[in-house]
């Protein structure tokens, strides 16, 4: 997934004053190949955490704003599209595919570096990464996940935040479908 902003984009962007904005934003975009050279620029501790972030909601922003607290930093990575299937929301999801998930993830002020990954978990960008703190939503038993062992192994620390309650993109897609 690389996202090129489209040359009529960028010169609507500019006409309007917001181009540096545009381009802040794409810089926040990282695949998985460059992240080794763009973590270094990142200020410690380095918070890590992971999602879908299908339709964003209050509770998304609520939890990223939480994460991003914890540390100097916040890297996010996105499941890719094959990735967010595997999960089993529902063969409609996600809604939003990855890069424009991507740009709305990066769009925060939460959010330092924005990445994705295929597989089912993020264990092997988390050894790219080696962040200081992991952080995963209220639903997950931190020690129960191998990602929790794999930061313990450098001195890292892993954490659960609390779920913001009444906030589910599962919960705003069906009350979606049933206004329909």
């Known amino acids: ?5 489209q040359p009529h984009a960028v010169s609507a962007f500019a006409a309007t004053g917001a181009a540096a904005k545009l381009v802040a934003l794409t810089d926040k975009l990282c695949t998985p190949e460059q992240l080794t050279l763009r973590l270094g620029a990142l200020p410690r501790p380095l918070v ?10 209050r509770g998304h922003v609520m939890y990223l704003e939480q994460a991003r607290a914890l540390g100097a930093s916040l ?9 967010a299937k595997r999960l089993g929301k529902g063969p409609d999801r996600p809604l939003n595919n990855e890069v424009d998930r991507a ?12 990445t994705w990954f295929d597989e089912d978990t993020p264990l092997e960008l988390i050894g790219l990464v ?10 997950y ?13 450098w001195g890292g620390h892993a954490r659960a935040l609390p779920f913001v309650q009444g906030y589910s993109t599962t ?4 009350k979606i479908k049933n206004l329909s």
């Open 130 to 139: 080696r962040p200081d703190l992991l952080v995963k939503g209220g639903d």
């Open 48 to 57: 890590f955490t992971n999602g879908v972030f299908d339709v964003l909601h």
């Open 171 to 174: 919960a705003l897609v069906n």
């Open 1 to 5: 997934m690389q996202y090129m902003p």
């Open 103 to 114: 740009c709305v993830i990066a769009a925060l002020a939460s959010s330092s570096l924005v």
């Open 75 to 83: 890297v996010v990575a996105l499941n890719t599209d094959a990735s």
């Open 141 to 153: 038993d931190m020690t129960k996940l191998s990602e929790t062992t794999l930061v313990q192994s």
